[in-house]
């Protein structure tokens, strides 16, 4: 993409700046530093790291061939390569997001809706006894694509489809460690939201709730007997 001198001096400047800070600095600061670039200039930095030769991203704009079975604006759904079983389908958004707690709430409530009817779709078309919904964040996690994906992979007895960990004996205390620590995260939902890493990368400001009119047909109706 071709942009203008003045344009890549601003991304230059901005990468600069974040380079002379500490890591922490640059979580606080990145977000509302790249808030001030324009749609063209962010394009141009995702093709720059990469973007540009993404599988998935290819796959989204047609150009990589794929069987395609589901697209509408946000999204695409294709047959995996590899399948683990036939009709095995990959769920993607068309931008390139890494993983998914970077994709935005909008998204991905539309997201979950799509891949519960795409995996109704799969379950009728394959005469699947069960379906595993799979998503795999960072490489030690089994991502090999770094675009955001999901698996829709139809099960059948007997099949060789392997999702299995050993499970480990935690203490009461790791338990209750646990617990404590994740809650912290859970407790400002809506209003702050965590990278992989449970990093602070988005802090919402409180809306004010507003009251919405009750509406008539959700009052409860009672119906009186004429005296
Ligand atoms: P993951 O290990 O979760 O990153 O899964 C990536 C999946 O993408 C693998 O199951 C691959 O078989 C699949 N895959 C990679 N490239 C393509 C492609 N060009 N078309 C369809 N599926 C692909
Ligand atoms: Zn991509």
Request: hydrophobic share 35%; with cysteine.
């Amino acid at each position: 993409m071709a942009l203008a001198e003045k344009d890549i001096k601003e991304i230059e400047e901005l990468f600069e700046k974040l380079g002379s800070m500490t890591l922490e600095e640059q979580r606080a600061k990145a977000p509302e530093m790249l808030k001030k670039l324009s749609p063209e200039q962010i394009e141009f930095i995702k093709q720059q790291q990469g973007g540009g030769q993404c599988p998935f991203c290819g796959i989204a704009k047609g150009e990589i061939p794929a069987k395609k079975v589901y697209e509408d604006s946000n999204f695409i759904a294709v047959l995996d390569i590899n399948p683990g079983n036939p009709g095995h389908v990959i769920f993607l958004p068309k931008e390139h997001i890494a993983v998914l707690p970077q994709l935005s709430d909008d998204l991905t409530a539309k997201a979950f809706v799509l891949v519960k009817k795409l995996s109704g779709a799969v379950f009728d078309a394959t005469n699947a006894q069960g379906v595993n919904i799979l998503q795999n964040n960072g490489a030690v996690a089994g991502q090999t694509v770094p675009h955001l994906h999901i698996h829709i992979i139809p099960r059948f007895d007997d099949d060789k489809v392997r999702i299995e960990w050993d499970p480990l004996k935690l203490t009461e205390e790791q338990f209750e460690e646990m617990q404590k620590r994740i809650s912290e995260k859970t407790k400002d939902f809506g209003k702050k939201v965590y990278d992989v890493s449970g990093n602070l990368v988005e802090e919402k400001e409180n809306k004010k709730e507003e009251k919405k009119p009750e509406k008539k047909e959700d009052a409860p109706r009672i119906r009186r007997r004429r005296a």
